[in-house]
């Protein structure tokens, strides 16, 4: 595959990405893995309707993300991977999927959320998880849009003492 780009946001497909992301990249396929949206016909349509038809676009289960990537490695394609969640990212890391580095876009502030940076919010199981990622080796960046200086996760968490 020439190139693969991991990205969680709970937004999953929007402008940021559409109008963003897959141009500065070249993207050509788009991956949502999720798996609600996998087996749900009319967000998989709604969500179609905001990738320009050019993209080739896959919802996928977490379980078959592994499948897929060799798949697309044989097209030597130019890969999105969008998630959820952080959670969804770890399920498939520590299925033995290996990840070299995360963008974190947008999780929304909800209650018990504690805000890591003005786009990203998460809970006190969502920083143990990404604590968890951090251990693995993986580099993990928040960064809403590619004209934006990339933040590291773990320098964020450090400063805002998030390891205790």
């Known amino acids: 595959m020439s190139f693969v780009f991991f990205r969680v946001d709970d937004r ?4 940021q990405v559409t109008e963003g992301w897959v ?6 396929t788009i991956v ?3 798996n609600r ?4 016909e009319s967000q998989k349509i709604i969500f179609e309707f905001a990738v320009p038809p050019q993209i080739k ?3 996928l289960k977490i379980n078959s993300i592994p499948s897929i990537v060799s798949l697309l490695e044989k097209e030597n394609k ?3 991977f969008l998630f959820s969640s952080i959670n969804d990212v770890y399920d498939l890391v520590d299925g033995g999927f290996l990840i070299k580095e995360i963008n974190l876009g947008g999780l929304r502030s909800v209650e018990k959320r504690k805000k890591l940076s003005p786009t990203v919010f998460l809970n006190d199981n969502e920083i143990e998880v990404l604590k968890k990622l951090l251990v693995k080796g993986i580099a993990v960046n928040i960064q809403a849009v590619p004209g934006e200086k990339p933040k590291n996760v ?6 805002k003492n998030f390891f205790h």
């Open 78 to 80: 130019r890969v999105i």
């Open 12 to 15: 999953l497909i929007h402008g």
């Open 57 to 59: 676009t896959f919802f």
């Open 32 to 34: 949502v893995a999720n």
């Open 37 to 40: 949206i996998a087996e749900d």
């Open 154 to 159: 773990k320098v964020l968490l450090d400063r």
């Open 23 to 28: 141009k500065v990249l070249d993207i050509d």
